[in-house]
C-alpha cells in the first residue's frame, strides 16, 4: 500500500494522531491497515486487499474483517477512554461477512452506539471502494479499565512495548 498522509485529527489533541498512527502494531501494519480520520465520533481506517488477506477460497479471510473491526473499535474507544487516564479492552467481537470481496480498496468507518463510563459499544462498517457496497460490519463491546489495572500479569499501559521472552535478553 502507498503511504497515506497522517489522520486528519478532529476533536482530539493534533499529538494524539500522531501517537496512535504509529501505534497500529505489526499485525495491523502488515495487513496493510491504515488509520485516515479520527474524532470522538468516527474513526476511519483504509486498506488495500490482496492475496495475503485470502483465505483457500481466494476472497478476503473473515478474520481480517474481525480483526479490522477489533482493530477500530478499539482504538476508537482509547482514543475516548485516554482523556479520563483511561484504557480499554475489547470484550465482544461479532462480525458478519456480507459480501466476498477478493482484491482492492476497502474503508472501515468506526461509530459509536453507546459510550459510558464504564463500556463502549461501537458498530463498524467496511465497504468496497470501488463501488460502496458494504462487505462487512461488526460491533465490539469495549471495557474501560484504569491505567493502572493489572492485565495478564502487567499494569495495562497503553502503547506499552510486550517484554521478551527470549531468555538471553533477561539475563545481566
Known amino acids: 500500500m502507498t503511504d497515506l498522509p497522517p489522520p486528519t485529527i478532529e476533536g482530539y489533541p493534533p499529538e494524539y494522531g500522531d501517537a496512535m498512527a504509529g501505534q497500529m502494531g505489526p499485525f ?16 476511519e481506517a483504509a486498506m488495500v486487499c490482496d492475496e495475503r488477506h485470502h483465505q483457500p477460497m481466494g476472497i478476503v ?9 477489533e482493530t477500530l473499535a478499539s482504538m476508537a474507544g482509547a482514543f475516548r477512554a485516554a482523556a479520563d487516564g483511561n484504557v480499554v479492552v475489547g ?3 461479532s462480525t458478519d461477512f456480507l459480501r466476498a470481496h477478493r482484491t482492492g480498496p476497502v474503508t472501515a468507518v468506526a461509530t459509536p452506539i ?4 464504564m463500556q463502549h459499544l461501537w ?14 460490519r461488526g460491533q465490539v463491546r469495549i471495557q474501560v479499565l484504569p491505567m493502572d489495572r493489572e492485565l495478564a ?4 499501559l497503553p502503547n506499552a512495548a510486550t517484554p521478551s521472552t527470549d531468555p538471553q535478553e533477561s539475563r545481566p
Not at 28 to 43: A, F, I, K, Q
Not at 123 to 136: F, H, N, Q, S
Open 153 to 156: 500479569g502487567q499494569t495495562a
Open 61 to 69: 479471510h473473515g478474520g481480517v474483517w474481525c480483526s479490522i473491526v
Open 123 to 136: 458498530a463498524v462498517d467496511i465497504t468496497r471502494d470501488e463501488d460502496g457496497k458494504t462487505v462487512a
Open 91 to 93: 470484550v465482544n467481537n
Open 28 to 43: 495491523n501494519e502488515h495487513m496493510g491497515l491504515r488509520l485516515t480520520h479520527v474524532s470522538p465520533d468516527r474513526l
Open 114 to 117: 453507546h459510550v459510558g463510563r
